[in-house]
């Protein structure tokens, strides 16, 4: 989810004999672009920013949202419910966040970073930042949200996933969280 012309996806072509691998994105032209130039082998789809994915339910085993919940800032719990719904049984999902530990990195090790300098100049962001369940930048599809990773923990069980691991810096500065559906 959220595989924009392909970026990440064309790495999986050594396994497009082995499983059916789909992408999804809300931006149309990226994804036109891919189907022009990666289907076959892999099969995409335009979705949008509302919770709903054109697959009937249980039909993955294995769904990956790398820096697309860093961008979700009003239905995050929504997406999550329609990601469960679409997961197998036993399926595991693989997500990408900003979380507590991303401002410890932005603010130290990619402080040089273009993201940093942004956040530095940012005044609400530098008022919140300390103490925050969710923090939202910007009300659009540009948006950059950040999750107190003990919110973000709780939210994913309280949506009926078990977390398997949490990895700092696993997608440069951003947090990844691998969960199980239960």
């Known amino acids: 989810m959220g595989c924009g012309a392909g970026r990440m996806l064309r790495h999986l072509h050594h396994l497009s004999q082995l499983c059916e691998i789909w992408g999804t994105d809300i931006n149309s032209p990226q994804v036109t672009w891919a189907k022009k130039y990666l289907s076959p082998p892999f099969h995409l789809a335009t979705t949008t920013t509302i919770p709903h994915l054109p697959f009937e339910d249980r039909y993955f085993n294995f ?6 919940f860093t961008h979700i800032e009003d239905l995050a719990e929504a997406w999550l419910c329609e990601l469960k ?12 966040i900003h979380d507590n530990y991303t401002i410890e990195l932005l603010q130290s ?14 005044i609400f962001f530098n008022e919140s930042k300390e103490d925050f369940e969710v923090l939202v930048l910007g009300r659009d599809a540009l948006s950059n949200v950040f999750y107190n990773r003990e919110y973000f923990t709780r939210l994913m069980q309280a949506t009926g996933f078990k977390i398997f691991s949490i990895t700092q810096e696993a997608y440069a500065y951003q947090t990844a969280v691998l969960v199980e559906k239960t």
């Open 63 to 68: 769904i990956y949202c790398g820096s697309v």
């Open 85 to 96: 719904r679409v997961l197998s049984p036993g399926g595991r999902l693989y997500i990408t």
């Open 109 to 122: 090790k990619y402080k040089d970073h273009w993201f940093a300098k942004q956040l530095s100049r940012d």
